[in-house]
């Protein structure tokens, strides 16, 4: 099964803090139901349409999938 959510995404910025965090009740409704259907085969995708702005890239970089964890570091035989 296939879910697309559309919808905005929001930004909240707390001046008090200089902290700013992402998302809104679609956002976070389709990162959810993904979590929950990856068990389940349920694909879920998220549209929306964002601006050039500094904070629309910024909530871009923030949604990009994480970069995959590096190696192990290879184990090696020191003879002395």
Sequence with gaps: MRIVF???AL???N???KFSTYGGDIPNTA???ARLGQSRS???SYATAVG???LSLSLLARWQPPPPP???P???LILV
């Design 52 to 54: 050039t702005d500094k």
């Design 11 to 13: 930004v909240e910025i």
């Design 70 to 72: 590096p190696p192990p």
């Design 31 to 33: 990162l959810y139901l």
């Design 74 to 76: 290879r184990k090696r």
């Design 15 to 17: 001046h008090s803090t």
């Design 6 to 8: 559309f919808g905005e």
């Design 42 to 44: 349920i694909s879920v």
